[in-house]
């Protein structure tokens, strides 16, 4: 009884810690996002991370579509911070795609993000919507539904 009374202390303990930490992420990006929104409009882009660190990455872009500063977020863990990402100032936000030399310095996950911050940016200048990801637990129910048993 003891060490299974202890083990469920300190699960609970784990949770609650990384509920707390995940709260302060969240608070860190809400603020950083209202200081950019306040400079105009702001790009996001994301690269989800499953087994790899995700990466968050947001713009400032002026009313020509000019991007003025970066931040980005990349980490496993909730202790993931923003901090600047140098060297887009000035850069049209529609001219980056795969192919731009300023990209071939970032790291892959990096260049995913930015990417789907411009294809974001994009969709959302010509009016269209931004489509919903599934969640991973409905993408594995889709792929199981979709088989087939009967002939």
Do not use: H, W
Not at 105 to 116: A, T, Y
Request: charged share 25%; aromatic share 8%; glycine share 8%.
């Amino acid at each position: 009884m003891g060490t299974t009374f202890f083990l469920i202390i300190i699960c609970a303990g784990a949770f609650l810690l990384q509920s707390f930490l995940g709260l302060q992420q969240i608070k860190n990006f809400n603020k950083e996002y209202v200081k950019m929104r306040k400079d105009g409009r702001v790009a996001i882009g994301r690269r989800p991370g499953k087994l790899r660190a995700g990466t968050l990455i947001m713009f400032s872009i002026d009313e020509k579509g000019v991007i003025q500063y970066g931040k980005k977020m990349q980490g496993t863990t909730v202790l993931a911070r923003f901090k600047d990402l140098k060297g887009y100032e000035g850069i049209k936000m529609d001219s980056l795609n795969k192919n731009s030399p300023i990209l071939k310095r970032e790291s892959k996950l990096i260049k995913e993000s930015i990417l789907n911050a411009v294809q974001t940016y994009n969709l959302v200048i010509n009016g269209e919507e931004i489509p919903v990801k599934k969640a991973p637990l409905v993408s594995m129910k889709d792929k199981v539904k979709s088989l087939s048993f009967s002939k």
